[in-house]
């Protein structure tokens, strides 16, 4: 994979610009060193920066190449997994935590005057009764906590006129949560990084990590020195074995975007432009782009394969919610690989005292990542409350090959699969 460009999606055709970073030569040293530049690393680094630290950033291939610029740019609150958190952290941090992903995104995208398409609106649908109880419920609790403004609980009838079809029985609008360019968003943040100060090297591969009191991150090309680091790889990284080997498994998951659509297409599928996500364990999920043509995506794909066409695996589904738009040319078809934890809470903790890692947000990552970034930034200056409690989480780690514990995952989501098709 080093040194591979951008994979031909929507989000790179329609980029601000192509980040040029240099690559890493020679011996470096730096307080904290990041190894990824997604969203975990970049916003990582970005607060970091802020803070007024050394940072440096060592990415394999380009700024956000990996699922933080593949992704379906839904902004959505909140942490998985939560029931296991709740077990060590109380539940008013858990609260406090769990719009805050979207703060940092909002306040960043004003102070750096970051393009990326951000727009506020979403809405979660349901398929079937189950769905619906869950929604209500979901909006209790949020009126509970005081937020009951920013949400509306929709039926039948009017889910139908907001998104112009008849797949779903009802739904949850709230207007905290949102949509964005996540490829423009993660660079923006990258270059806000770099002019604080922050060194960033692009498609350079780091091949291990020696521990001791300062850690040595070796690299194809050269070595950095760094007091700290934190490995933000996702699924894309093979480092510390030992530590986080069968733990975290690629999955992957699959957009199409159509050609720009009608404003009268438009004004009937989706006129207040709203993010869509289904309430599925294998969820489709779709949105339009700035330019009005819909982002469809979703089926992950846990064994490992790949679709011969992710055009002819994913159309029959946007048809089956959006018959109109049979005719709607395909431009655009891409995936990648998120990382999926078994018990879908994100793996934050150490291997050591001063080598930190934070990956596996399961596909929910614009938010918590950034949520994750600032936990790892707290606990690197000494404030680890909530990083010790996601350390107190026991995973359950799959042993043998990737591709073995990727069967086992597949088999695994065969089961709430079974549970999607249910009518109840």
């Not at 066409?309 to 738009?325: A, N, T």
């Not at 291997?351 to 930034?377: K, W």
Request: proline letters at 3%; a negative charge; glycine letters at 12%.
């Amino acid at each position: 994979m080093n040194g591979e460009e951008h994979t031909a999606s929507y989000y790179a055709a329609t980029r601000n610009n192509q980040t040029t970073y240099p690559q890493l030569e020679g011996e470096h040293e730096t307080d904290i060193c990041i190894i990824g530049g997604g969203f975990t690393g970049v916003a990582c680094a970005l607060t970091l920066a802020e803070r007024g630290h050394s940072v440096t950033i060592v990415e394999q291939n380009r700024i956000s190449w990996g699922a933080s610029g593949r992704n379906g740019g839904q902004l959505i609150h909140g942490l998985s997994g939560t029931k296991h958190l709740s077990k060590h952290l109380s539940w008013d941090k858990i609260r406090q935590l769990n719009y805050r992903g979207n703060e940092i995104i909002k306040d960043r995208v004003e102070k750096y005057g970051i393009d990326c398409d951000l727009k506020s609106g979403y809405i979660e649908v349901a398929l079937k009764k189950s769905h619906m109880e869950g929604i209500k419920q979901d909006y209790d609790e949020h009126v509970e906590q005081g937020l009951g403004e920013h949400l509306r609980l929709v039926d039948e009838g009017e889910v139908g006129e907001l998104l112009g079809t008849d797949a779903y029985m009802g739904g949850l609008m709230n207007d905290l949560n949102g949509h964005l360019h996540p490829l423009n968003l993660c660079t923006g943040e990258a270059a806000a990084a770099a002019k604080l100060g922050a060194t960033i090297f692009e498609q350079t591969e780091v091949t291990g990590i020696t521990h001791g009191t300062q850690a040595s991150i070796q690299t194809t090309t050269g070595n950095i020195v760094a007091n700290k680091v934190l490995i933000a790889g996702n699924a894309y990284h093979r480092l510390e074995p030992g530590k986080l080997s069968g733990l975290v498994f690629p999955a992957g998951s699959y957009i199409i975007a159509t050609e720009p659509l009608s404003d009268e297409i438009v004004n009937k599928i989706n006129p207040q432009d709203l993010a869509v996500c289904d309430l599925s364990n294998v969820l489709d999920y779709y949105r339009l782009s700035a330019d009005n043509r819909m982002l469809y995506g979703g089926r992950c794909n846990y064994s490992g394969k790949v679709p011969s066409s992710i055009k002819e695996s994913m159309r029959p589904r946007m048809l089956d919610v959006y018959p109109d738009l049979a005719d709607a040319r395909i431009d655009y078809e891409w995936g990648g690989n998120i990382g999926i934890v078994i018990k879908r809470v994100p793996l934050l903790g150490r291997v050591s005292d001063n080598v930190f890692y934070s990956m596996g947000y399961s596909g929910h990552g614009i938010a918590p990542t950034h949520i994750a970034a600032e936990i790892m930034a707290d606990a690197m200056e000494g404030n680890t409350e909530v990083l010790d409690a996601y350390e107190k989480i026991k995973h359950w780690r799959i042993p043998g090959s990737q591709w073995f514990g990727n069967q086992i995952v597949a088999l695994g989501m065969l089961y709430f699969r079974a549970i999607d098709l249910s009518p109840l």
